[in-house]
């Protein structure tokens, strides 16, 4: 009797876990954004959308310790590693504590200056904000050692609970308050810290770590911090510009706009979070680093050219759906949004490319184009249109710089 050899299942790497784990993630945080859009309409959604660029910034903020804590997990000895974490975590809730202080100290001034029903909301952000840091460093860890699952583990509580818990209040108690919103934030905070590595928090030294390994963490540090105020001031500005310039109904309108638009951009940051330990390892092992980011350029462009064709052809279905006819005012806008954070997404994948190559450059580059855009934001803000075009014009520069940088420095070489 001849056996017939069983085909085995298919079982997804970690890796393609991650992936589709980062689209739920995405989707859920979209849908998050949708729902209170609807149910809150354009002004109150100006409110809401205050948070989430907040919320925002704080991520690009602590994705500096977890941008580090990923490198270093990959390049370090398994005898320094462990107390390099610790300090991470220890320096992680320095910086979330020192952080979340002036927040709640500020609170009424944030009020002001972004014209928001409450001054109660940033207080209670500033609470979560040391949880957000802990949790940015345990990504960190899981995603130097290439432990996506755990990874999509934390991303995915996170999300699910900011998304139940908001929709929760607001559904079970009819309260459409900013501050509903901020609890559901802050208590997302802690659902995200799960599963936490905890084994030790101090401040000791780093040990039997050589000078020179010390000096490349902290410039590395330095760098990626710098590199990450220039991705608050491209993706999170125009939303607070625009909610300092303009009245509350605008402001929502345009909220709704970025939300639609950066698509692309949601999409392109699961693809950076695979990038750099991938880049950092090839470069270990001498291997051609190139060809991965000739790969993800390509996916996250023909991502773009989708949300743009889709945003020109459809945009007033697509607002309709996605948020309903109370904004169907910004549809003309909405395929030179997608156009403006398509050409930043691809961009970006440049700077973070050699960010793992202890290349900074490019980091400077887009540091200099982030102040471009907010001061041509700054001096030209007539209509929303007149902010849209000013974002292309800057993103257009940007990418061409990027683009002349890394074809220079490949004939160099």
Known sequence: MISIPKKRPYVLTQEQLFMV??????????????????????????DAAVLITFLLVLSFVAMTFQLATA???????????PRFISNMHAYGILIGVLTGILTIVF?????????????????????????YFMMSVNRGVF??????????????LEMLSRLGITLGLIVLFDITSSLVIAIGILLSFGFGLIPFEFKKISFQGLGAMHVAEIKQIRAFFIITAFYELTQIIINNSDILLVKHYFDAWDAGLYASLALIGRIVYFIAWMFVMLLLPTVVQLRKEGKATAPILFKYIGYIGCVALVIIGVSAVFPEIAIQLLFGEQYLEIAPLLWKYALATGLFAIANIF?????????????IISGIFGMLQMGLVIFFHDSLAQVVHMQIAAMVLLLITQVAFFFLDTHKK
Not at 25 to 39: D, E, F, K, P
Not at 40 to 45: A, I, N, V
Not at 143 to 156: A, E, H, I, R
């Open 71 to 81: 490198k270093f997990s990959v390049t370090l000895t398994k005898e320094v590693l």
């Open 21 to 46: 784990s980062a689209l739920v993630v995405n989707a859920g945080n979209y849908l998050y954004n949708l729902i209170l859009g609807r149910l809150l309409g354009p002004e109150q959604f100006s």
């Open 143 to 156: 995603q130097g050692k290439k432990q996506f699952k755990m990874l999509s583990v934390t991303y995915q």
């Open 107 to 131: 609170a009424n001034q944030l009020q002001a200056l972004f014209h928001t029903s409450s001054s109660g909301m940033f207080t209670v952000f500033g609470i979560g904000i040391p949880l």
């Open 351 to 363: 700077a973070y490319y050699y960010l793992s190559l202890d290349t900074y450059v490019p980091v």
